[in-house]
Every structure is written in structure tokens, then in C-alpha cells.
């Protein structure tokens, strides 16, 4: 009985040994990518992890020195953020709140060239249509209403659609074309929210052209 056991536990054992032979070295290197895979993720999440911490205390140190209206430390807190985190959307806030800051002490150039970068750069196409508007009404302020639209021409997410429409009215007003201003204008009312604020204004933009915005309503009313 133990002879019978001893041949049947060599045969199993065989049968193991050709089973290895044959898919041992695939079944190794499954083990490999599925053990590495995992790895890799949980070193992603950690690496995804660390970097968000560092760019949210660079973020912090954009903010004090805003608040302390320090345009030199402002100017070099972004810039490392963007070297190093330019991908985050830490780094779009705080270029968008450094334009603004550095605005406002004297620094023009480079408030620009903050609203730039998250145009071209930004992580996210609303960060990148909120810089436009800013730059654009810089450009506006500046004279220079030809790159000011070209900065308005490109698709942006549908919630800033009237926004855009609205600054393109300014430019357009600003030069002389008062036709095409109000077409602008009617477009931004009509794409904004009754609840949005922002309406009110353009309400009034309208009705120093002549237009009452609540035939436009009932336009719209009546053609749906």
C-alpha cells in the first residue's frame, strides 16, 4: 500500500514538475506585472499625495504674500510652484490670485504673464477661460482690443459662455462697433442663468443701447 502510494505521490509530483516546466517561467512573470502593478499604483497615490501637499503649502505662501502685498516673494513662490507643481490645480488658483495681487501693487507685466501661463497651461479648461476674461480686460484697458478678442475666440465650457459673450461686447463697444456690441450683449443675457447676478448687469448694458431685456425674453419664450 505504501509502495502504491509512493508511485502515485512520484506521479503527482511528475505531473507538477512538467506543469512548472512548461508554464513556470509565465506564470512568474504574471506574478512579476501583477505584484508590480500594484507597486506602481499605491507609489502613484503616494507620489499624487505628497506632491498635492507641497503644492497646497506653496499655495498657503502665495496667500500670505498676497496679503501682505509682497510683489517680489509673490513673483517667486509662483514660480517654484510652477517649475514644480505646474500640473496641479493649486498652481492655476495661484496664478489666478497672484495676477490679481500683483495688479495691484504695480506689476503689470507680470500679472500678465501669470494669466498667460494658466491660459496656456492651466489644468482645467475653466481656470484656463477665467484667465482669458482677465487678460482680455487688461488688453482692453491697454488699447489693445484686436488681442483682446483673439483671446475671446477660442471654445470655452458652456457656464462662461455668457461671460466671454459679455467681454466681447465691452471690446466691441470700445470700438465703435455698437451693432455688433449689442449682438453680444443679447447673447450673453440670454446665456446666463435668471438667477445669475452677472444679468443684471448686462440689463443694463442693453438698455443704455435702446434694448429692453424683457422682450428678449419674451422672444425666447415665444419661440420655444
Not at 80 to 109: C, I, N, P, Y
Amino acid at each position: 500500500m505504501a509502495k502504491h502510494l509512493d508511485l502515485e505521490e512520484q506521479e503527482q509530483l511528475d505531473q507538477i514538475k512538467h506543469f512548472w516546466a512548461r508554464y513556470g517561467n509565465l506564470i512568474t512573470w504574471v506574478l512579476i506585472v501583477v505584484f508590480g502593478s500594484v507597486a506602481a499604483w499605491n507609489g502613484w497615490n503616494y507620489w499624487q499625495r505628497n506632491q498635492a501637499t507641497k503644492a497646497a503649502a506653496l499655495y498657503d505662501e502665495v496667500e500670505r504674500a498676497a496679503l501682505a502685498r509682497d510683489g517680489e516673494r509673490l513673483s517667486r513662490t509662483l514660480a517654484d510652484m510652477q517649475a514644480g507643481f505646474g500640473r496641479t490645480a493649486f498652481a492655476s488658483q495661484a496664478a489666478l490670485l497672484s495676477a490679481q495681487s500683483l495688479q495691484d501693487v504695480g506689476k503689470s507685466e507680470e500679472a500678465r504673464a501669470a494669466l498667460t501661463w494658466v491660459s496656456e497651461k492651466g489644468s482645467d479648461d475653466g481656470y484656463k477661460t477665467v484667465a482669458r476674461l482677465r487678460l482680455a480686460a487688461l488688453h482692453l484697458d491697454a488699447g489693445a482690443h484686436e488681442q483682446a478678442l483673439a483671446l475671446l475666440a477660442t471654445a470655452v465650457p458652456a457656464a462662461f459662455e455668457g461671460l466671454v459673450a459679455d467681454r466681447r461686447g465691452d471690446i466691441l463697444m470700445a470700438q465703435g462697433k455698437v451693432d455688433e456690441a449689442r449682438t453680444q450683449y443679447q447673447r450673453a443675457w440670454s446665456s446666463l442663468g435668471e438667477r445669475a447676478e452677472y444679468r443684471r448687469l448686462v440689463e443694463v448694458k442693453l438698455a443704455a443701447l435702446g434694448v429692453d431685456a424683457s422682450e428678449l425674453q419674451g422672444a425666447g419664450s415665444a419661440s420655444r
